[in-house]
């Protein structure tokens, strides 16, 4: 089973909670330069407080994970401390869903050397947008293409859609897809613009291809890939769902202000709230990226500021040629 949504919590003290009959859970969140300080504890007993603040955007990420339980009921808490990084600009806690059994979700980012780009028409190293990790591949050249191999059961292109983008051909262990038409009359960033659950686990090739088509209302043949991410196991609970239980007041639920897992979110910054998910079985995940530099705890990650944005502007609809081997993502305002 999955199910997906999002809840925010902008006020200490308040608590969610959920409680499912499985063998582990993850909690799956976000971070940003205004997300803060969150406390994790299972069933009643503290564990540890995770850090989320980022100087870029990171959403549909894990951020906590705990392993080894007994086979039995457990209840994992999620507290809104109203603490942040002294970086951050705000204490927003992030809900986007649960994990549960828990999956181990990989995000590689479009530099990994597990992914392979053509010689040329790619556009390497973006940063008008707040991709994730900060940068993505652009291309509107036809026959570019990305090819990424992996093991797992899962995969999902994560990369964009905007009045500006086109047409991509996905294949997937040499059978072509249908079509993925990224047009949206509205940008979303580090959307997940295809994914493929159920997937033996086994090693699998998918490779994207800038087909130079576009949609009719659609201003650019661009496409872009920002990252992938790879699943082993598991299924994911909403924040939406019944039995993820939060507090009195203090929450934002059905925010849609970013490409979250089914596309809304629960958030809060009200010191105190909760969100708790109780479950049967033997671990809990919801893990968070770490920061190899030493002197900084595991769940705190952090990146390099990125530069001022310089985003160009979108041009007459129809088919467009490109003129030179450089991808831009089109000027415009962020909608």
Known sequence: MERRGRCVLDHAGRAGHVHLHRTSVTWIGGRASGTGIARVSMDGVFLREVDTYSKTEEIRVSMFTASGLANTSHTLTIDVTGHQNVAATAAFIIVDAFDVPSVTVSRLQETDPDISFSAIGWDQGDTSRAWSAGIAALSSMAGSQATFTFTGTGISWIGARG??????????????????????????????VFAQKGLADTTHTLTIEVTGQQNANST????????????????RHQDTDPAIAYGDSGWFQDNRDKAYSEGATAESETVGAQAIISFTGRGSAGSALADPRPGLPAYCWTETSLPTPSIPSPGPKGPSTPTSLRAAWPRGPIR
């Open 163 to 192: 009045p500006q983008t086109g047409i991509a051909r996905v294949t997937l262990d040499g059978v072509v897809q249908p079509p993925v038409d990224t047009y949206s009359d509205t940008e979303q960033i580090q959307a997940e």
């Open 220 to 235: 650019s043949t661009l496409i872009v890939v920002d990252a992938f991410e790879v699943t082993l196991s598991g299924t």
